[in-house]
């Protein structure tokens, strides 16, 4: 602000500045690649293992099938993207492309 001099602000202990954010060790320039057969289907479990984030996990064009939150068994729900909480569990089933 004008007029207001002193020392410079230094950030809070809470603010971290990451360079990448990982799953299973990895980042998005070295995925973990696995192989699915043509049109199979793929029950993921993620983790928000984050202190503070809140995330959306997003599937781009692919649709998944959310069918368990917590562990929990749940009424499977649809979409293409999902918000995912701190230390939130989530299971999307996903279904590959035939081609």
Do not use: C, W
């Not at 320039?29 to 199979?40: A, H, L, N, S």
Request: no cysteine; proline share 9%; charged share 20%.
């Amino acid at each position: 602000m004008p007029g207001i001099s002193g020392p410079p602000i230094q950030p809070d202990l809470n603010d971290v500045k990451y360079d990448a954010f990982l799953a299973n060790e990895r980042t998005l320039m070295d995925p973990q690649v696995v192989q699915i057969k043509k049109g199979g289907r793929v029950l993921l479990r993620i983790i928000n293992s984050a202190v503070m984030t809140n995330f959306h996990i997003d599937l781009g064009d692919t649709e998944a099938t959310l069918v368990a939150g917590d562990g929990q068994d749940m009424a499977p729900i649809s979409g293409k993207r999902f918000p995912i909480a701190v230390a939130q569990r989530l299971d999307p089933l996903v279904q590959a492309p035939q081609s």
